[in-house]
């Protein structure tokens, strides 16, 4: 296993990823659930594809989640996984919706969920974008109910398997009011992070 990036480039990689969520995610997020939002940017990781227990918590391991995955191509390539508890995921829904969720997420709950996911990642390709001149497409939403391990290896198995790493960053956003906790993990092949810290 060879580590292509190194730590300097992964330390202007959170800083350009942070500036990028401060700028166009956050007010976004604000704007949705009418609220001020906290952000906290882990930081950034390339990690063995072997070892991925390095970005799953013992609570994220025990606890099912709701989860939007998108997959952004182009001139930037970026997975990015939208994830909340279960149970967390009803309290946001219910506030996009006005209205009390009382069983299992289906139909509009989870058309909501997904339309979260959707709009942070297009906040966060267009800030690349119009910053960097880079062309992004994002892929229509994909939505599960599923086991953090789970989820996570699925995102994996999308890259392919060209390296035997991947580059993780792991952002918290936090809704002040509400209590309400959005994780968002960007995935991206080592080979991505130099067209980020130019």
Known sequence: M??????ND??????????FIVQKTIPSLRSILEEPITHH??????????NLDLIISNLEEMNIMSAV???CVGDIHMGV??????????????????????????????SSISEI?????????NAISIDMGY???????????????TLLEAVVSDF???????????????????GIGIHILLIQDPSEVKKLVI
């Open 117 to 125: 996911g959707n709009i942070l990642t297009a906040s966060l390709i």
């Open 69 to 71: 995955y998108i997959k």
């Open 160 to 178: 392919g398997n060209e390296f035997d790493t991947l580059v993780v960053s792991n952002v918290e956003l936090h809704g002040v009011n509400s």
């Open 135 to 149: 062309k992004i497409c994002s892929s229509v939403p994909g939505y599960a109910v599923e086991f953090f391990r």
């Open 81 to 110: 996984l939208l994830y909340l508890p279960e149970e967390e995921s009803k309290t946001l829904a219910a506030k996009l919706l006005g209205k009390p969720i009382s069983s299992e997420l289906a139909g509009i709950a989870t």
């Open 41 to 50: 940017l882990r930081n950034t990781q390339e990690i063995p594809l072997i």
């Open 10 to 19: 992964l330390q202007k990689l959170n800083s350009v990823l942070d500036s």
């Open 2 to 7: 060879e580590i292509l990036s190194t730590s």
